[in-house]
């Protein structure tokens, strides 16, 4: 909920919609939310490779590592 919570916090920004962090405010999930929205929104945006250094971080944040693994894809032709 709380990664949930920063997409709402970038949504909210972008659109001028502070009304949609209401229930994230109400669940104390909103100031971990903006947290996480601030690592992502105040890095160098890379494309592909800075998602993957946001999910990276992410996952320390929230004690995450280890549930997944990152796979090169492989394209069939």
């Keep these: 909920m709380v990664m949930n ?3 709402a916090v970038q949504v909210a ?3 001028d919609r502070p ?13 971990q939310g903006e947290h996480l929205a601030e690592m992502v929104l105040n890095a160098d945006d890379r494309g592909h490779a ?6 990276n971080t992410w996952a ?5 590592t ?8 492989t394209i069939s032709r």
Excluded: I
């Design 13 to 15: 920004r972008l659109y």
């Design 60 to 64: 320390a944040e929230l004690s995450l």
């Design 50 to 55: 800075s998602d993957v250094v946001a999910v």
């Design 5 to 7: 919570a920063a997409q």
């Design 19 to 31: 009304d949609l962090l209401t229930p994230f405010r109400q669940r104390g999930l909103l100031e």
């Design 66 to 73: 280890g549930w997944f693994e990152w796979h090169r894809p």
